[in-house]
């Protein structure tokens, strides 16, 4: 007999606190941290984040322990992209990324009215020595 089980999100965080709270000391760790210890706290809170309610409490938890944000976003970057990733931060990254292609590409960047989609034109000197 096939039983359905609803499955209602977790409200007691006290799991998902502790891996969270051991993954950020595995971060910052000075010695040397063993891949496998690593991979087993990270599937252990991916699990979590499976199991919590996506509410109020877990966006404190998230917004005091940056590792498990960054892993967070990631499980959920298909639905809602670099939804915990500062704007300034994101948008500075993608306009260095574009210029320096723009560079090795030879072309120059001119400047834009939307600095997320720079205008290229040709470099005169490109191909001249």
Known sequence: MNATHNHSP???LTVTHVLAELLER???SGKPV?????????LHLVN???DVDSGAELGALLDTHPAAAELYENIHYQH?????SKLDASLAA???ARAALSRAMG???????FPTE????????????
Do not use: M
């Open 80 to 84: 809602a992209g670099l939804c915990r």
């Open 94 to 96: 993608e306009q260095l």
């Open 10 to 12: 977790k409200t007691d």
């Open 34 to 42: 063993g891949a496998e210890q690593y991979r087993s706290v990270v």
């Open 48 to 50: 979590e984040f499976g």
């Open 26 to 28: 595995l971060e910052r």
């Open 118 to 129: 720079p205008q290229l034109k040709e470099d005169p000197n490109h191909g001249k020595s």
């Open 107 to 113: 072309k120059a960047v001119k400047p834009s009215l």
